[in-house]
């Protein structure tokens, strides 16, 4: 039995044919299951001989019809949408940079029975434990950096992106060097600057548009490293 079939048979177990009836006539879980599949497959990014990078983001779009009546289901749906991802990819030997997740949005343009995925590369990032804020280290951070949704503060010297275990913040991105940029603090009387340095790395940093070795950021900037966007807000 295949990934889709026993998708299909879990489903069924778990609503007891609910969806059968629901979705007669509208966009079927299996065919949402078959279009994240072949996104994976379609996206697969070779990195080592033994390693292709796959999406693990992913994004249902769905007329305003299906989306209503997939409401009552979408817990259900989105966790064995998960497990289905996880399945398929580690039959293929497929690797995630980070934790799968899937979401359902309303598009007005859709009609019933339409639907479209659309996927992206998500890395997951975490803080070494020395690094972890306190809230009086809070109060004294010149800006925050928001990494795949997550709020970061930018304490003072600074602090270090990278994927090794040395950075302060690790994303895990195999196009990004294991201390890859660091996003430092200037003080210079009242006036506090913040200047993203590249740190040798291998692939080079992005910042706002520039590839450069590296440049002052202020409220809005983007930084990108390897496939991950950093976004810059300063405090106000």
Same mark, same amino acid.
């Given at each position: 039995?295949?990934?889709?079939?026993?998708?299909?048979?879990?489903?069924?177990?778990?609503?007891?044919?609910?969806?059968?009836?629901?979705?007669?006539?509208?966009?079927?879980?299996?065919?949402?299951?078959?279009?994240?599949?072949?996104?994976?497959?379609?996206?697969?990014?070779?990195?080592?001989?033994?390693?292709?990078?796959?999406?693990?983001?992913? %994004?249902?779009?769905?007329?305003? @019809?299906?989306? *209503?009546?997939?409401?009552? !289901?979408?817990? #259900?749906? /989105?966790? $064995?949408?998960?497990?289905?991802?996880?399945?398929?990819?580690?039959?293929?030997?497929?690797?995630?940079?980070?934790?799968?997740?899937?979401?359902?949005?309303?598009?007005?343009?859709?009609?019933?029975?339409?639907?479209? %995925?659309?996927?992206?590369?998500? @890395?997951?990032? *975490?803080?070494?434990?020395? !690094?972890?804020? #306190?809230? /009086?280290? $809070?109060?004294?951070?010149?800006?925050?950096?928001?990494?795949?949704?997550?709020?970061?503060?930018?304490?003072?010297?600074?602090?270090?992106?990278?994927?090794?275990?040395?950075?302060?913040?690790?994303?895990?991105?195999?196009?990004?060097?294991?201390?890859?940029?660091?996003?430092?603090?200037?003080?210079?009387?009242?006036? #506090?600057?913040?200047?993203?340095?590249?740190?040798?790395?291998?692939?080079?940093?992005?910042?706002?548009?520039?590839?450069?070795?590296?440049?002052?950021?202020?409220?809005?900037?983007?930084?990108?490293?390897?496939?991950?966007?950093?976004?810059?807000?300063?405090?106000?």
């Amino acid at each position: 039995m295949g990934v889709l079939q026993r998708f299909e048979r879990r489903l069924e177990g778990l609503v007891q044919g609910v969806f059968t009836k629901a979705f007669r006539s509208q966009v079927q879980p299996v065919e949402i299951a078959a279009a994240i599949q072949r996104e994976i497959d379609n996206n697969a990014q070779i990195v080592s001989r033994q390693r292709s990078l796959v999406p693990n983001a992913f %994004v249902v779009e769905l007329g305003p @019809a299906d989306h *209503d009546h997939l409401g009552p !289901y979408t817990a #259900t749906l /989105t966790q $064995e949408l998960i497990d289905m991802a996880n399945e398929h990819a580690n039959l293929q030997h497929y690797a995630f940079t980070g934790p799968v997740s899937v979401a359902f949005e309303r598009h007005e343009d859709l009609g019933t029975g339409q639907f479209r %995925v659309r996927s992206q590369v998500r @890395a997951g990032v *975490d803080r070494a434990p020395v !690094y972890a804020p #306190t809230p /009086t280290s $809070e109060t004294r951070a010149a800006g925050y950096l928001v990494i795949n949704g997550t709020q970061h503060p930018v304490i003072p010297p600074g602090v270090v992106l990278g994927r090794g275990s040395e950075a302060d913040i690790r994303i895990d991105d195999p196009g990004i060097s294991r201390r890859h940029v660091e996003v430092r603090v200037h003080q210079t009387g009242q006036e #506090t600057q913040l200047v993203a340095v590249d740190l040798g790395s291998t692939n080079g940093t992005v910042i706002d548009g520039a590839r450069v070795p590296q440049a002052q950021v202020t409220d809005g900037s983007r930084i990108s490293l390897g496939s991950t966007v950093v976004h810059v807000h300063r405090r106000r």
